[in-house]
């Protein structure tokens, strides 16, 4: 069943075992029976994802799995989250900061890459010169040294070495993480494309083999 309200709906299938994957169809119609002819939605990849906008008669999904020649078992996963306008908080701020990228790179990915890169360069820079760090060690310096001279050397370097490693650590995480992101991108755009191609390859089909030789007989 369907929650009363609007929502984003994702299922997921994944087979379990080696072996060729089922294909996945859908629909929230409960006057339509569901068929690898008639259907609303068909999963690409294993990922089916859409927006159920709480519509009176549309209160269940139905789901057909058509397995290949040979015996197979999927596992299936739901997820249901609220809609993008109804989020708070900052994970809501990076899903639309990650998707207005994704708008973006659609036009211009070279582009996008350019600013971005400046963009990061300059919070660094920013961050650097900001604010200035009062350290407990300056502005006592006078008197630690009279108390223990040799100690403060020490405790000076040590601490300098952990706030590289950290720095080096937290850089190395951020790089990680901006490139998982734009793979990420990516890989969307790439699939956006293969989409395009295979819904110009169904129009030409559907003219080659049904509306001329419809237009022949008419």
């Known amino acids: 069943p369907l929650p009363p309200r609007v929502a984003e709906v994702a299922v997921t299938m994944s087979r379990v075992g080696a072996g060729p994957s089922a294909t996945m169809y859908a629909s929230t119609a409960t006057d339509v029976k569901l068929s690898k002819q008639e259907y609303e939605f068909e999963a690409d990849m294993g990922e089916l994802n859409f927006r159920h906008e709480a519509e009176p008669n549309r ?32 994970g809501h701020r990076a899903q639309r900061r990650v998707e207005d990228r994704l708008e973006k790179m659609r ?13 990061k360069e300059h919070m660094r820079a920013k961050k650097r ?17 009279r108390v223990r001279p040799s100690r403060i050397e020490e405790h000076r370097a040590s601490a300098a070495q952990k706030r590289a490693a950290k720095m080096t650590l937290a850089a190395e995480r951020r790089e990680s993480f901006e490139r998982e992101q734009e793979a990420r991108a990516l890989s969307w755009v790439q699939r956006e494309e293969e989409w395009a191609r295979e819904r110009a390859e169904r129009a030409r089909l559907l003219e080659l083999y049904i509306e001329r030789p419809r237009e022949r007989f008419t």
């Open 59 to 90: 209160t269940t999904l139905q789901l057909l799995i058509v397995a290949p020649e040979e015996a197979c078992e999927v596992r299936l996963r739901c997820a249901i989250r609220r809609p993008e306008e109804d989020m708070q908080g900052g």
């Open 107 to 119: 036009l211009d990915p070279l582009q996008l890459k350019a600013r971005t890169r400046a963009a």
């Open 129 to 145: 010169t900001a604010h200035s760090h009062k350290d407990f060690d300056i502005v006592h310096q006078g008197e630690l040294e």
